[in-house]
C-alpha cells in the first residue's frame, strides 16, 4: 500500500489565504499547510487519507479544491505544456480546466476574448503539446449563462474532453492552476457540487452591459450555488439595494423586490416592474412592510453584527414568515472570518436549521451566507422550477 502523504490543493479568493488555511485547519487539524500563493494553498494530508479528489472541505473560503498532482515549471507556454501532459501521465478526465490563481477563473473564450488574456496562450500550449491518446475540445465560450455541455472535440481522434465548460456530476477533471509565468499546477478532482463543476469553482457568468452595478452577476452567482427555491412571484426584500444590479437580476427572474437603501437607486431599476423602493436604513423600516416578504437578502456595507441585528430584528418578529435569508456579511476586517462560524450559530438559533456560507467568486472580501427554515424546501423548489415556474 503506497504510504506517501496525498497533497489537497485549494483555491480562494486573493488575500482569503490565510482565513482558509485557520478554517481548514479548524475542521482537518491534521491537515497541513504546505505551498501558498495568493489566492492558491497546497496542504499535505495524513497519508492514510484516500478520495481526497472527491473530499467535501465544507470551507467557506475555499472556492475550489482537489487532489495535487504537483507542479511543473519552465519558460514558456510550450514548454510548460509538454511537462504538464508528462506529468499528468495516465491520469483518466473528462474535463479540463485551466484558470489562474491570483484571478477569476472566468475565460475569456469565443470571439470576445481579450487577445492579451494570459489564458488564451496557456490553452493553446496545451492543445498544441496534446498527446495523441488525448482529443481536446473547443474552449467553452463563456455567455451569460454556464455552458452545460462538455464541448467534445469535432472529430475526435483520441479520448475527447473538454476544456473551461462546466464538468457534469462524477465527471474527472483536470485543473491547470497558473500560479506565475513559469509555474503551473496540476490538480485533479471529481466534480460533484455545483461549484465543483466550475472552472476553478467561478461561476461563469459575465456582467451584462445593462447591469447597474457588480452586484448582479453576484446575485447570479448566489441564486446558483444556494439553489435559493424561490418561485416566480415571491416577493424578496433585500437591505442594501442601491444602485440595484441584484434587484435587476431578481426582477428579470420575475420576483418581486423591496429595495431598502438610504441612497438613491439607479432610475432604470426604479422603473422596472415589480420593484419598491423603501429610501431607509433597514432598521428605520417598520416592520408590516416585511409581513408579504418570503426571503430577505442582504448587502449593506456595514460590518456583519450589524447586518446580523437588523436582519434578526426583522426576522423574529412575530408577523414576519421569512423562508429564507441569502446575506452578505462584509468582513470589514479579516479578523471578522474567524467569528463566522458564531455568525452561523447566531442564524441557526432564529429557527433557520439549514445554513451555509460561500465566499463567491464574484463578490468582494466578504461571505455569502445561504439560510432555509426548512431544508425540503430546496426539493420543493427544484420541482417547481422543472414545472417552469420560474425562469433561469
Ligand atoms: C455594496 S452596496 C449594495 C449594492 C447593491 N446590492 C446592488 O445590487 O447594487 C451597499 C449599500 O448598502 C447601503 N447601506 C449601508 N447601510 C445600510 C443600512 N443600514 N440599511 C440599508 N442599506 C444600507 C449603502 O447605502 C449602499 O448602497
Known amino acids: 500500500m503506497d504510504s506517501s502523504s496525498p497533497f489537497l490543493y485549494v483555491g480562494c479568493q486573493v488575500g482569503a489565504e490565510r482565513a482558509l488555511k485557520a478554517e481548514v485547519q479548524q475542521e482537518w487539524s491534521e491537515f497541513r499547510p504546505a505551498f501558498s500563493k495568493p489566492g492558491f494553498v497546497t496542504f499535505k494530508a495524513p497519508p492514510q487519507l484516500r478520495g481526497i479528489a472527491e473530499l467535501d472541505l465544507r470551507s467557506a473560503f475555499a472556492r475550489c479544491s482537489g487532489e495535487s498532482l504537483g507542479s511543473v515549471q519552465g519558460e514558456g507556454p510550450e514548454g510548460l505544456a509538454e511537462r504538464f ?25 469565443g470571439t470576445d476574448a481579450d487577445e492579451h488574456d494570459p489564458l488564451l496562450s496557456v490553452v493553446a500550449a496545451l492543445q498544441q503539446k496534446c498527446p495523441a491518446g488525448l482529443s481536446p475540445g473547443e474552449t467553452s465560450k463563456l455567455a451569460g449563462t454556464p455552458d452545460e455541455s462538455s464541448t467534445p472535440p469535432v472529430a475526435a481522434s483520441g479520448h475527447p474532453f473538454g476544456i473551461n465548460a462546466v464538468a457534469q456530476t462524477g465527471q474527472g477533471v483536470l ?21 465543483s463543476r466550475w472552472p476553478g469553482g467561478v461561476y461563469p457568468v459575465r456582467l451584462p452591459e445593462h447591469a447597474v452595478s457588480r452586484a448582479y452577476a453576484k446575485m447570479a452567482e448566489a441564486l446558483a450555488w444556494s439553489r435559493m427555491p424561490v418561485v416566480s412571484g415571491d416577493l424578496c426584500a433585500e437591505l442594501g439595494c442601491a444602485p440595484g444590479g441584484s434587484c435587476q437580476l431578481l426582477l428579470e427572474r420575475r420576483l418581486r423586490v423591496l429595495g431598502i437603501d438610504p441612497a438613491e437607486m439607479d432610475p ?20 408590516r412592510e416585511f409581513r408579504e416578504v418570503r426571503w430577505l437578502l442582504a448587502d449593506s456595507n456595514v460590518a456583519p453584527t450589524h447586518t446580523l441585528d437588523t436582519v434578526q430584528d426583522i426576522v423574529t418578529h412575530r408577523d414576519a414568515n421569512i423562508r429564507g435569508l441569502l446575506l452578505t456579511l462584509k468582513l470589514t476586517t479579516w479578523g471578522h472570518a474567524t467569528s ?21 467568486a464574484h463578490g468582494g472580501q466578504e461571505v455569502c451566507v445561504f439560510a432555509l427554515r426548512r431544508q425540503g424546501l430546496l426539493r420543493l423548489g427544484g420541482q417547481a422550477r422543472r414545472k417552469g415556474l420560474q425562469q433561469r
Do not use: M
Not at 501532459?85 to 484571478?103: I, N, T
Not at 491547470?176 to 490538480?187: N, P
Not at 463566522?340 to 463567491?360: D, H
Open 85 to 109: 501532459w508528462q506529468q499528468v501521465g495516465d491520469q483518466k478526465f473528462q474535463q479540463l480546466h485551466v484558470w489562474c490563481s491570483a484571478r477569476p477563473a472566468n475565460f475569456k473564450g
Open 340 to 360: 463566522l462560524p458564531e455568525f452561523l450559530a447566531r442564524i441557526r438559533s432564529w429557527g433557520y436549521r439549514y445554513v451555509k456560507a460561500r465566499q463567491l
Open 175 to 195: 485543473s491547470c492552476i497558473i500560479v506565475d509565468r513559469t509555474r503551473w499546477w496540476i490538480g485533479f478532482h471529481k466534480a460533484g457540487s455545483l461549484p
Open 268 to 287: 432604470g431599476v426604479l422603473r422596472l416592474p415589480g420593484f419598491r423602493h423603501i429610501r431607509k436604513r433597514g432598521r428605520e423600516v417598520k416592520k
